[in-house]
């Protein structure tokens, strides 16, 4: 009897993404060019906050949060540039690709997804003219105000109570939820919505002096 003649080669894992933009962006190696703001609208905008656990007809997507934390952002500090908003709008950015994994999950999967998160983020920053590390203190900035859109979040639409929220998120200290976007928009709406704070402000950059 003949032996069937088997492969000692093994195929690679694929490691990329096909972008409805035609881009194949490379998550081990990601390149800036293959970075566009139209997939990575599209993708945040169909990516759920809260593993989908949320109230209402529709999902509150990565999108819309992006927003939501760009807006808290504002309230805290009224002078931020056109560059410095940017950066908080895209701070979620790598999710259109990687997903938007709840922080018990992240905690287990541990430095791999981390390093994955920060090379993609890297990419995105080069892409969009934006420093590529964010100085220290404007990270804690912008985690101050995801962790308020965090709080009301948790509480206005994943079925947390007060008390519950504030021990995992603290007390909002000062921006309240009137006049936020808290309720969840369909996904077109969220991407034209995040589509459009982002040509603002690459319009606003463009007109700034030199």
Do not use: C
Not at 5 to 29: F, I, N, V, Y
Not at 102 to 126: C, M, N, T, W
Not at 171 to 199: C, E, K, S, Y
């Amino acid at each position: 009897m003949s032996k069937v003649a088997t492969s000692t080669k093994s195929e690679p894992e694929r490691a990329w993404q096909r972008m409805l933009s035609g881009r194949r962006l490379d998550l081990l190696q990601p390149s800036p060019l293959d970075v566009e703001i139209e997939d990575i609208a599209q993708g945040l905008s169909r990516v759920a906050r809260w593993n989908g656990q949320t109230v209402g007809e529709h999902a509150f997507s990565v999108a819309q949060h992006s927003l939501l934390v760009l807006d808290i952002g504002l309230r805290l500090k009224p002078s931020l540039s056109a560059e410095d908003k940017l950066a908080v709008l895209l701070h979620d950015g790598p999710e259109y690709v990687v997903g938007d994994m709840i922080s018990p999950f992240k905690a287990v999967v541990g430095g791999d997804y981390k390093s994955v998160e920060a090379r993609l983020q890297e990419a995105i920053h080069i892409r969009f003219s934006l420093p590529v590390s964010l100085p220290a203190s404007f990270k804690k900035f912008i985690k101050k105000a995801d962790t308020i859109a965090a709080y009301y979040e948790a509480v206005q639409l994943a079925g947390f109570s007060e008390n519950e929220a504030r021990q995992y998120f603290g007390r909002p200290h000062g921006v309240t939820p009137d006049g936020l976007p808290l309720a969840a928009w369909p996904a077109g709406q969220a991407q034209n919505r995040f589509l459009d704070r982002f040509n603002a402000l690459e319009d606003a950059r463009a007109k700034r002096p030199r």
